[in-house]
């Protein structure tokens, strides 16, 4: 895992300080909303913690609407705070009872996003922590790698697991991300919970802004 300054951490903390609010929605690759500022995106299976670790980054309970019914949400929801930076909750993949025509949709929305967003700085795939990497995580990765996005994973519900689980699951997720060149070599551990990587997180986000500024 990466360390972080004290003025990396303050940086982070400042960079989500604004008034948090939803700016577009967007179910379609037409409906995609004019590029501003920078963009950090966040995807991963249903029910992965999605919505919570945004409301925890932001600090706003109820942003991204979290749901206990796992793939309900089926848009690209964007956020801003006001500044530069702009956060962009993904549906989430792998829920076996979706539809054909709709993991057609989903999937025709995401490439588009995707192969068209140049101020997207990085995606963070969220894995939960108990139970690692799964194979319906592979298709997101293989799309990822294609389309050559800089992308990082994130665990989530790290309060859920023990401390010699959690560094077991950090250093298997790792070492499987030794065969995904184009993925972020470490791992950055979190819960939206008890905020655990929390200001960690944000300054990840603050050192790849500062990155995408050289
Ligand atoms: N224990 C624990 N549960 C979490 C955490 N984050 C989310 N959850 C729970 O996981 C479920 C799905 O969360 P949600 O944010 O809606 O996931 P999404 O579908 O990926 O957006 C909800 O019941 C949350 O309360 C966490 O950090 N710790
Ligand atoms: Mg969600």
């Known amino acids: 895992m990466d360390k972080f300054s004290r003025d990396e951490i303050d940086a982070g903390q400042h960079l989500f300080t604004g008034e948090w609010r939803f700016t577009a ?52 929801i964007f956020f801003s705070g006001g500044g530069r930076l702009n956060v962009v909750d993904m549906p989430g993949y792998g829920y076996a009872a979706t539809a054909k025509s709709k993991i057609a949709a989903w999937t025709e929305t995401i490439h588009a996003y995707l192969r068209g967003r140049a101020n997207l700085a990085r995606i963070y795939v969220l894995v939960d922590a108990r139970h690692g990497l799964k194979p319906a995580d ?7 790698g294609h389309a050559a996005v800089s992308h990082q994973i994130v665990l989530t519900k790290c309060d859920e697991v023990k401390p010699a689980e959690l560094a077991g699951r950090i250093a298997e997720v790792e070492a499987a991300l030794a065969k995904r060149p184009a993925a972020y070599p470490t791992v950055l551990a ?20 500062e990155e995408r500024k050289r």
Not at 138 to 144: E, I, T
Not at 190 to 208: F, N
């Open 25 to 76: 929605a967007a179910g379609s690759a037409v409906s995609l909303p004019p590029m501003r500022g920078m963009e950090i995106a966040f995807t991963g299976r249903s029910n992965v913690g999605k919505s919570s670790l945004i409301n925890a980054l932001t600090g706003r309970k109820n942003l991204a609407r979290t749901s206990r019914t796992p793939g309900r949400t089926q848009e690209l």
């Open 138 to 144: 592979d298709p997101m990765f293989d799309v990822l």
């Open 190 to 209: 979190t819960s939206a919970h008890d905020g655990t990587g929390i200001p960690e997180l944000r300054a990840a986000i603050a050192r790849l802004l």
